[in-house]
């Protein structure tokens, strides 16, 4: 299916050295693989038990404890034994997807490796799991690889950055700084999470998650805010479960996020395969400028260092010349430190059939393409990452907001709104009920008061008036006011009125 983008690709690096200055060229397995979740963040926030919450099972090389125990990438994936895959016998196995981390050398090497077991989760995704980042110039030294640059790496390949904090010893170091700003240009896949949460009381954690809040928005530089999800993701009692309703509905949110992973890998791996060939067409008005502006002959190092310098002002000229946004350009800083060490004279001047492939694509190919991805999902079945933890509140009493809301009394031998029915009989023979009906306009009046929406309200009718005969009887009124309460307690509705709602004078004979 995107067999001829290596083509294209290997085309342009013999012309503008793409591949020098960013990330190498896509593999076969980079399209095959399945969707990866990258773990981030400082040591003893949670990461590797986070990964132990998930899948509810140990894995090879698995280490957890408060000081920094894991000091590995490991790429915890399906296999059909429990095993370990080093590092250096990883990046020459063609159906993984970490050949070209081989570029980050032997010190790097060492501290990678490949966690394979069967499990259910892992059918779906494959997570990563990363050192704890320390602060400190020290720490940052001895690791004897560019730990922010393998981070970027996989942050291009992998469909979602989960970045976690402690909410019990919350700060941001040096480090850990550089990092989230490695991974600009990826900020729709980063996910926040605010871990330990049930270690601290409620007034404490809204002064954290406010903290917290601020500290992102000095580094992550959107006018976004990005999404924070508050918990505790593990399987131990909660210490303070003031706030267990909030962590219930906060890990039903990421679970969900993280389960529609498998459902848009193809899109999202279209849509990194995009970003990069438009990096690719900026590189190469880039280099052919470059190359444009040096002398033949005399002052090709002088000119260099000038040219470098004045990077910024050859971006704003290509930018004005091709109409071209500023988010397509590559890091400045970035760009000026990997030029230092290229011989200018071998840059090729600028071939408008290259770009006009390019062009072609973006407007043709892709879109194509789109509309084969959209066919081949409406054909597969629902993709989503089942098993794990994933299972465990997807049925019965513990499923999320079982009992509660419209849920209440799903249990219940006895029809629930029957409790408060007597209360909203009083209210019903004051609306001049004709053989033992009221009208809509008559239930208008005091539905109103509620000061729900009228949408809301027009939805409630519907759910209340059973029968459907555009009245309300006694019953069909008191269900209506228990869907009040209901929506007016934070609930949402039902699209359709659950069996255990039904009045009893309106169910059918079993």
């Known amino acids: 299916m995107f067999s001829w983008v290596s083509k294209d690709a290997r085309r342009k690096k013999e012309h503008y050295r793409f591949h020098d200055f960013h990330s190498p060229a896509l593999e ?24 132990r919450h998930l899948i509810e099972q140990d894995f090879p090389g698995m280490r957890i404890g408060p000081e920094p125990t894991t000091d590995s990438f490991i790429a915890v994936m399906h296999g059909p034994t429990e095993g370990v895959v080093p590092g250096n016998a990883l990046v020459v196995d063609p159906r993984r997807p970490f050949r070209k981390l081989n570029a980050f050398g032997n010190a790097f090497l060492n501290r990678f490796m490949c966690a394979q077991l069967p499990n259910p989760v892992l059918d779906s995704i494959s997570i990563i799991d990363t050192p704890g980042i320390l602060s400190g110039e020290k720490q940052r030294i001895s690791r004897g690889y560019d730990f922010a640059a393998v981070l970027e790496w996989f942050a291009e390949r992998v469909d979602r950055i989960i970045l976690l904090f402690d909410a019990h010893k919350l700060d941001i170091s040096d ?27 409620t007034q404490q954690l ?13 580094i992550i530089n959107t006018p976004e805010v990005v999404r924070v999800y508050i918990g505790s993701f593990w399987s131990h009692p909660l210490l303070i479960p003031d706030n267990r309703k909030l962590f219930e509905a906060e890990e039903q949110d990421l679970f969900k996020d993280i389960q529609s992973l498998p459902r848009n890998a193809a899109l999202r791996k279209l849509n990194d395969l995009i970003k990069r060939a438009r990096l690719a067409k900026v590189h190469a008005y880039i280099i052919s400028s470059l190359k444009k502006e040096m002398p033949n002959v005399f002052g090709k190092e002088s000119k260099k260092k000038e040219l470098v310098n004045n990077l910024g002002e050859i971006y704003q000229k290509i930018e004005r010349e091709h109409q071209i946004s500023p988010g397509d350009f590559p890091s400045l800083r970035k760009m000026q430190e990997l030029l230092q060490s290229q011989d200018f004279s071998k840059f090729q001047a600028l071939k408008p059939k290259l770009l006009d492939t390019v062009d072609d694509m973006l407007a043709n190919d892709i879109a194509r393409l789109m509309v084969m991805v959209r066919q081949e999902e409406s054909l597969m079945p629902a993709q989503a990452v089942k098993g794990g933890a994933f299972e465990g509140t997807m049925n019965g009493p513990f499923g999320h907001g079982y009992g509660e809301g419209a849920g209440e009394g799903i249990d219940d031998v006895e029809w629930v709104v029957g409790k408060d029915k007597p209360t909203y009989d009083e209210i019903f023979y004051t609306l001049s009920p004709v053989n033992g009906k009221i009208t809509g306009a008559n239930a208008k009046k005091e539905m109103v008061k509620s000061k729900l929406p009228n949408t809301v309200l027009g939805k409630i009718w519907k759910l209340a008036d059973v029968d459907r005969d555009g009245l309300l009887d006694d019953e069909e009124f008191a269900l209506a006011n228990h869907l009040i309460k209901v929506k007016l307690e934070g609930h949402e509705l039902p699209a359709d009125l659950p069996p255990h709602l039904i009045p009893p004078s309106k169910r059918r004979p079993q």
């Not at 076969?28 to 038990?49: C, E, I, R």
């Not at 490695?182 to 049930?198: F, G, T």
Request: aromatic letters at 10%; zero cysteines.
């Open 28 to 51: 076969d397995a980079d399209f095959d693989n399945k969707p990866m979740v990258l773990l981030v963040g400082q040591y003893s926030t949670g990461k590797t038990t986070f990964i």
């Open 175 to 201: 480090e850990f700084s550089e990092v989230i700003k490695a991974l600009k240009n990826h900020e729709d896949k980063i996910r926040v999470v605010l871990n330990k949460a049930d270690q601290i009381e």
């Open 206 to 218: 809204m002064r954290v998650y406010g903290a917290l809040m601020w500290s992102l928005g000095k």
